[in-house]
């Protein structure tokens, strides 16, 4: 059965909340994105795939400097339950919220700070570099994605998970001056310790 995002997203966003599980490893993403955060200024946000709005609350709880946030996502329900989800938070009455996909949403404004937790790896690989060029172009500052750090895409992966080479992409570009990568990985023991998978990339426009 083939991959089509609109219709696979459209249809999983109707379920994804009530099945969603909270884990130590959400925990660590969460805590190394705010850590990673903290080092840059921003008021504006715009945010990418939104999902049920874990990251929106995330952020609007640790930043409250922020002033300008809007977020999308292309399920209906999903939005829906993100405006539920940060209900309270402050600052949650100025986001703005909309139903769409990356390929079509256009923005006449720019944001310092754009960001997208574990969106990019279900982009299709014939369309990532021109998604990621787009996606910068909305910023002024700052691009943030969170997404798998594999050399090659694992045997378990669903038909809809991709690996692709974001720093490689990134500094392909003429508009970006740095983009560093975080591992998400913490020691837990003497011999274990809680490895996500997943990396930070975190990149700097040229101003």
């Known amino acids: 059965m083939s991959y089509i995002p609109g219709e696979y997203w459209a249809e999983r966003g109707k379920e994804y909340k009530e099945n969603f599980r909270y884990s130590d490893k959400f925990e660590l993403q969460e805590q190394m994105l705010i850590e990673c955060l903290k080092k840059y200024s921003f008021s504006s946000i715009l945010e990418v795939g939104c999902g049920f709005g874990r990251i929106t609350k995330l952020l609007l709880s640790n930043f409250h400097q922020i002033t300008d946030y809007f977020a999308f996502d292309l399920s209906p329900h999903q939005i829906e339950n993100a405006k539920i989800n940060i209900t309270g938070v402050p600052k949650s009455e100025s986001v703005q919220f909309a139903v769409s996909d990356i390929q079509s949403f256009q923005s006449p404004k720019k944001y310092d700070l754009v960001l997208a937790s ?5 982009i299709l690989p014939s369309e990532i570099e021109q998604i990621i060029g787009k996606l910068v172009s909305f910023s002024d500052k700052y691009l943030c994605n969170i997404d798998w750090y594999e050399e090659k895409t694992p045997r378990n992966a669903a038909p809809h998970n991709f690996i692709h080479q974001y720093e490689k992409i990134y500094k392909s570009l003429p508009t970006i001056e740095s983009v560093h990568r975080i591992p998400i990985v913490k020691k ?4 274990s310790k809680i490895d996500t998978k ?10």
């Open 188 to 191: 837990k023991g003497f011999l």
């Open 198 to 207: 997943q990396s930070i990339f975190f990149s700097k426009l040229r101003t």
């Open 118 to 122: 574990e969106v990019l790896l279900h």
